[in-house]
């Protein structure tokens, strides 16, 4: 029988011997055992080739390093959320969130309760040690009353709120259908914790539903105990607070079978009530004349600016060529006048990354922005900005094609400031010929169809945008 456990940790110490056998957590920690007993588990249960097991943000970051299945890394708090994608993409799949309450009961919480009450069959273990344990010690939502920390030297206190019970929390919810709080202090302890965690895998693994198991873990090292006070300090002071015990245990029949998902792009246009009618392409090709596998694209202004809407303008574009498109936006705090970019990838194949640290274009409304994002752009890459709103050049490589178009005159001429957008999106397309003119006026038209006045006026500010770039183009930028 095969092992969940890989034979040797890699550490990034590279260990050798005792060291490449042994994990990363102090002296008296509990995430060895749960670790131990989650990996017996999986063996026991024949389940290795189907498991995913999602690391979270905290002690058991570096979960990957010791289970030898799948693994996903999540961001603080998604673990939830990113087992929710891998059982509707994958329902065959064993799912283990692992999760500590910082992670789960903090950050994490609306995940958390999304996921409970999907009910969808998954297993989480959740690793309660009353405190957070890998940023240095400070009060978790699990601490205790009066519980010293990093925080709350003077212990906590009755306005920081009380310790969330969070087994009980989730009990009482409809989608779980097992939960319970075991914990690590002593051998019969320990032998309920793998019982517990075997049954939530083995619920999950008979398509009944959600397996919630909470851990009471020793954290000497937080807590300022040695390991054996941490266990003594567990069963007489947390037991009172997180009483052990199932808190719900229900049997149901098999219900989780929702066959395998579609990835046909027909398929998937006709559930969604979408034509799967390709959209007319005009481009031909990939434009390979920026980049021959992956064009990243800037854009950047004050909130207001437009710099949004043409970005997600480019993109759907992109898409409609038949091309892979991402646009992600970063806004400012303010609907109007704060800073606001967004990046655009376009890729032949796939983006592997939508963010854009060096793009090869930068489209740019305000003198901020240019200031920010012009040395980023590549040796040989092309800014396009409105001259108006920018007087001050920033030192830029020689390389780089600098092009001033007058966004904001076009606009005003053309009777509404808010077009300076559509004229950038113009300038764009003659500077860089991306695509077409043909393909982003397709574009517009689909966004702005059901509005002829409006459409009538993006296009003419479009089109005086292309023709106003080529001149700056012929004018030497």
């Not at 929710?84 to 999760?99: E, R």
């Amino acid at each position: 029988m095969s092992n969940a456990f890989y034979g040797k940790f890699e550490r990034r110490d590279g260990g050798e011997g005792l060291k490449g056998q042994s994990t990363h957590y102090c002296p008296g920690c509990g995430h060895g055992l749960i670790h131990k007993y989650l990996a017996e588990s999986i063996t026991e249960l024949g389940l290795q080739d189907r498991t995913v097991a999602i690391s979270p943000v905290g002690c058991a970051v570096m979960l990957y390093q010791y289970f030898d299945t799948g693994n996903t890394q999540a961001a603080h708090g998604r673990a939830p959320a990113i087992g929710i994608g891998h059982k509707v993409a994958n329902p065959d799949s064993i799912v283990v969130s692992y999760q500590g309450d910082g992670d789960l009961a903090s950050i994490g919480i609306a995940e958390l309760m999304q996921a409970m009450q999907t009910g969808l069959p998954m297993t989480f273990v959740f690793v309660n040690n009353a405190i957070y344990g890998m940023t240095g010690g400070q009060m978790a939502p699990t601490t205790l009353s009066g519980q010293p920390t990093a925080t709350t030297p003077a212990g906590r206190k009755r306005i920081l709120g009380e310790p969330l019970r969070v087994a009980e929390t989730v009990g009482q919810l409809d989608g779980p259908v097992y939960v319970e709080r075991v914990a690590l202090f002593d051998p019969k302890q320990r032998v309920r914790a793998k019982k517990a965690i075997r049954k939530a895998l083995k619920v999950q693994a008979d398509n009944k539903g959600l397996g919630f198991v909470e851990v009471l873990s020793e954290c000497a090292l937080h807590w300022k105990v040695t390991p054996v006070e941490a266990q003594r300090w567990v069963k007489e002071k947390m037991l009172p607070v997180f009483p052990l015990g199932v808190k719900k245990d229900i049997d149901v029949e098999p219900w989780f079978n929702p066959g395998e998902p579609s990835y046909d792009p027909i398929e998937i246009s006709k559930s969604i009530g979408a034509s799967s009618k390709g959209k007319e392409k005009f481009s031909g090709a990939f434009p390979s004349h920026i980049d021959e596998r992956d064009v990243a694209v800037k854009f950047a202004g004050s909130g207001g600016d437009g710099a949004q809407t043409v970005a997600n303008l480019t993109t759907f574009t992109a898409i409609n060529e038949g091309f892979d498109s991402t646009n992600i936006p970063c806004y400012g705090p303010e609907s109007r006048g704060g800073t606001s970019y967004a990046d655009v990838h376009i890729a032949t194949e796939e983006v592997l990354s939508p963010a854009v640290a060096d793009p090869h274009v930068l489209v740019v409304f305000n003198q901020e922005s240019l200031h920010k994002f012009g040395p980023t752009v590549q040796k040989g890459g092309t800014i396009i900005y409105d001259n108006v709103a920018i007087e001050d050049i920033p030192e830029l490589d020689e390389s780089i094609t600098l092009l001033g178009v007058p966004y904001t005159t076009i606009a005003n001429d053309l009777g509404k400031k808010m077009v300076k957008n559509m004229v950038a999106l113009g300038a764009l397309q003659a500077a860089t010929n991306l695509f077409p003119k043909k393909s982003f006026v397709a574009t517009i038209n689909e966004a702005v169809k059901a509005k002829p006045d409006l459409l009538r006026l993006n296009l003419e500010a479009f089109n005086a945008g292309v023709d106003a770039c080529k001149e700056a183009m012929g004018n030497g930028g």
